[in-house]
C-alpha cells in the first residue's frame, strides 16, 4: 500500500504561551482518506464520514493559546482506529487471517468497530470483500504507531518537565436516548484513570456553562483513556465526549448552528483546565499512592 505524501498520521500544534503539562488528544477527527481507500470501500464519501468525530479537532484548536498541547489524528478511524489496541481485530474480515496470538477479541471488536473498523454505524459495512492480511501491519505502521509513539513521547516530556501530565481525550458523541440525554459524558474508567478532582473540575465547569453532564455511562473511557491514565505515576487521563447535535449538522456534516458557541465555550473549559492545571493541583503530593489512598478513606 502506497500512502500519498501529503496524508500525515498526525500533527501536533505546540503550546502558543506559556507551556502547561495539558494535552489534548483528538484521536477520531481525521478527515485525510487514502484514496484506493475510497476506491475499494463499499460506501459513499458522505457515509464513511459519518463515522468522524468531526471537526472535535477545530472545538478545541485553541488549545495551545492556554498553554496546552494538542495532538489530532489526520487519517480517518474508519482507515484505522488509534482508539484501539492494536491486537483489536477483526479476523474474519482478512484473508489470509491473522495469527491468533495477535488478535484481541474484545465487544468493540464483536460490534465491528475494531482497530479496523468492519462498519460505520447501523451494521453499514465497510467493505464488500476480504482485506488481504497485509492491510492490518500497514495500518497500524502507517495510522496507529505514529499516533502513540508521539501521544507516549509529549507525556512523557510533560512529566519530565512538571512531574505530572494531563491528558484531556476529545470525543463526539451521538444524542443519546432520552432516559440517559445529556450533552456531555466524561469517563474516567470510573476512577481509575486520574485522581477524582480533575472529572469534578470538568464537571463544575460544564455545568457553570449550562451543559448536562453524565460520568461513564455509556462511556467510560476508551483505549487511549485507559492505557495512559496511570494517576500512580501522575500521569491523569480522562475523556470528554460532545453531543454532536450540539455544533454539527447531521445531514450536511458541516459545522451546523452552535459550532462558534461551542468552541468558545470548549475555550471556557480550557482556560479553567489550564488555570486548574497550572496552579500545580497536582504536584501537591510527592507521594501520589498515598494521597489517592487518602482520598479514597475520605470519600
Known sequence: MQLPVPLTSFRVNRPRNTAIPLLVSSPHSG??????????ASLSFHELQQSEDRFVDRLFENAPDFGATLICAELPRVWCDVNRDW????????????????????????????????????????????????????????AWLPYHEALAALLSEMKARFGYAVLLEAHSMPRLPYARSCDMVLG????????????????NMLGSLGYSVRRNVPYAGGYITQYYGRPEQNIHAVQLEICRSLYLNAATLKTGAGFE??????????AGLAAWVGSGALSQSSAPEEALAVEASSA
Open 31 to 40: 478527515r485525510n482518506y487514502p484514496s484506493d481507500f475510497l476506491d475499494r
Open 87 to 142: 491486537r483489536e481485530v477483526d479476523a474474519e474480515m482478512f484473508d489470509p487471517p491473522p495469527p491468533e496470538d495477535e488478535v484481541l477479541l474484545t465487544a468493540k471488536v464483536k460490534a465491528g468497530f475494531g482497530v479496523i473498523p468492519r462498519y460505520v454505524s447501523q451494521g453499514r459495512q465497510v467493505y464488500g470483500q476480504p482485506l488481504h492480511l497485509s492491510e492490518i501491519k500497514a495500518r497500524i505502521t502507517a
Open 188 to 203: 474516567d474508567v470510573h476512577g481509575r484513570s486520574c485522581v477524582s478532582g480533575l472529572p469534578d473540575m470538568i464537571e
Open 261 to 270: 458557541q461551542t468552541q468558545r465555550n470548549m475555550q471556557s473549559l480550557l
